[in-house]
């Protein structure tokens, strides 16, 4: 008898519905591309990059996993750029989206 393995499906891209970049904040798609996946994402290291569509701009995200294991976001849009610097533990409307889909713990803001 042979056992065969069968790979987790993979996320390559993902739409989610988040609030929008008017200042009505009008629920709006956002599109999410995976750019790169860390082939061993158990290590410390860039684990996963996106480019994110949908606002006023495209905006990249990184996922990072530091030395002790834990998980960092990092996005280029202007709320976690700016904010980010007054709060450390602020994420943006894009992380969350992110952290909601994909299962993650000890997730903080870079910073």
């Given at each position: 008898m042979t056992t065969t393995?069968?790979?987790?499906?993979?996320?390559?891209?993902?739409?989610?519905v988040l609030p929008g970049p008017d200042r009505k904040?009008?629920?709006?798609?956002?599109?999410?591309r995976v750019t790169y996946r860390d082939p061993a994402p158990a290590?410390?290291?860039?684990v996963m990059?996106?480019?994110?569509?949908?606002?006023?701009?495209?905006?990249?995200?990184?996922l990072e996993r530091t030395p002790a294991g834990e998980l960092v976001w990092h996005?280029?849009?202007a709320d976690a750029v700016y904010r980010g610097d007054l709060?450390?533990?602020?994420?943006?409307?894009?992380?969350?989206?992110?952290?909601e889909c994909i299962?993650?713990?000890?997730?903080?803001r870079a910073g």
């Open positions: 393995t069968q790979n987790p499906p993979r996320i390559a891209s993902l739409t989610l904040r009008v629920p709006s798609p956002y599109h999410y290590g410390p290291g860039c990059t996106w480019e994110v569509r949908g606002g006023r701009e495209p905006y990249q995200m990184a996005c280029t849009c709060d450390r533990r602020h994420l943006c409307k894009h992380a969350h989206g992110l952290i299962p993650a713990t000890h997730v903080r």
